[in-house]
Each structure stands twice: as C-alpha cells, then as structure tokens.
C-alpha cells in the first residue's frame, strides 16, 4: 500500500481527534485579523476623503493653517451668492404658530406682473391646486375624490386674506398642523405662488387665469425652470480662462 493511500485512509478517523487540537490555534488567528480591520478603517493615513479640508458658515479661514494646505477651494458657480431671506438660524423649520408668525417682518420683493403671476399658477397648479382647488376654495383633487379628505381649509377666509405676504411665504416652507413643508419651491419662486394667492383672493387690479398650465406630458416652460438658489455669477477671487477681449476687458481679468 502506498503512503498517499495509507494518508487518505487513515485521514477521516484521525480528524475528529485533530479538530479539537487545531481549533483554538485557528480561532486566535482569526481574531487577530478580524480585529484589524476596523482598526484599519479608522487609521486617517487612508485616502479616502474621510478627513478633509471644511470651512463652515462665518469661520475664519487660512490657506496658511495646517488645515489647509493643499486646499483647492469651492469650484467656480457652486457656492451661493443670494443668500436666504429666512435662514434656519434666523427663523426655524418649525410648523408651530409662533414661528408662523415670524414671518410677517418678511416683504415681498418679488412684483405682481405677468412673469410673477404665471410663475405662481405654475408651481400652485403643481403643488397647492390638489388640495386648495384651482381657484382656492378648498375644493381640491382630494376633496372630489373623497369628501373624507376634505379638510383643507379655503384660501378665500377673510383671515387668510388678512395674512401678510411674509406669513403665506413662510407656511409654504415650514408647513402646518395638516400642510406638509413645501420648501422645494425656491424662494422666489415661492413668492410668486404668494402672488398668486393674492391674484386668486381677487387682491390685485385684475384677475388670474386659473387651472393647470399646461396639459399631462407638456414640456418647456409648461415644468419648473432651473434652479436660482445656486449662484449665478462666478465668485470675485475666480479668474476666468477665456481669453481677454480687445474692448471692456479690464487688468487682471480674462486671464488664466
């Protein structure tokens, strides 16, 4: 009988007596490498974006720290240069009362003509009409479709007339008690829907043309336009890389 065959037989009677000897070596080698990795992906010599450069809101900030170096900065466009005219730490995301009325120091800076209006009946279609109604009386989708939805409370109440611009902008973001936030309208965007409110509540010196704007599956200016919260104008300390004209072009710009 060879030895390969006599290894192979005398194998499965041998390993129930070995298992119990090899085990414990086994299972400490084991734990050593299972207690590594998570020793590993803590370790900050990993590059993978875990520490980095981060400047916050109103925090002093030096490409001199050690911090910094190696800071590429914010690209170009991508930072905002608007601002918010209710930003979270001046008034809060809260849907109680007392924040609602917050609102009203707030003035409507965006005009009642006809950009404004048409705006507004194109984000209140989308985002107010199925509850409020087309013509804000509380007579939305969800009412017609089960009178047991009819909870929303008509925009045409004396004392949602008597409400400031600032306090309508306002519940729009936060919400309410039954009125979810709507604060994806941006807020220019949100002051125009407030214009349209007023249109609707017959405040203005004409009327408002009501219903959807356009029909299922328009396109173009039927849907909301691009964003405006984001910058529209490169930042200051950005230099362009388009060559420089021969006329307007002043020292220092249009050059790499």
Avoid at 33 to 38: K, T, Y
Avoid at 116 to 128: D, E, F, Q, W
Avoid at 130 to 141: I, K, Q, R, T, W
Avoid at 145 to 174: C, E, M, Q
Wanted: glycine share 10%; aromatic share 10%; net charge positive.
């Amino acid at each position: 009988m060879s030895n390969s065959l006599a290894v192979r037989r005398a194998w499965p009677r041998a390993w129930p007596r070995a298992w119990p000897r090899a085990w414990p070596r086994g299972w400490v080698r084991a734990s050593f490498v299972l207690a590594f990795v998570p020793l590993a992906a803590g370790c900050d010599w990993f590059t993978d974006f875990k520490q980095q450069p981060s400047v916050g809101p109103w925090q002093r900030f030096s490409t001199d720290s050690a911090a910094g170096r190696g800071f590429r900065g914010q690209p170009a466009n991508s930072v905002s240069t608007h601002g918010s005219y209710a930003p979270g730490y001046a008034i809060s995301y809260s849907n109680t009362l007392a924040t609602a009325d917050s609102f009203n120091v707030l003035k409507n800076p965006a005009a009642a003509d006809e950009r404004s209006l048409v705006n507004g009946r194109k984000y209140y279609a989308i985002n107010c009409a199925v509850c409020h109604g087309d013509l804000a009386d509380g007579n939305g989708y969800l009412r017609q479709l089960n009178p047991a939805y009819g909870f929303t409370s008509s925009l045409l109440l004396d004392v949602t007339k008597n409400r400031t611009d600032g306090y309508i902008w306002g519940h729009i973001r936060n919400g309410g008690p039954l009125m979810p936030s709507y604060n994806r309208i941006e807020e220019m965007d949100r002051w125009d829907v407030v214009n349209y409110v007023r249109g609707l509540q017959g405040k203005l010196a004409q009327p408002v043309l009501t219903g959807p704007l356009g029909l299922p599956g328009e396109t173009g200016d039927k849907l909301p336009g691009a964003t405006r919260t984001g910058p529209t104008v490169p930042a200051k300390y950005v230099r362009s890389t388009i060559a420089p004209t021969a006329v307007g072009t002043k020292k220092g710009e249009g050059h790499p």
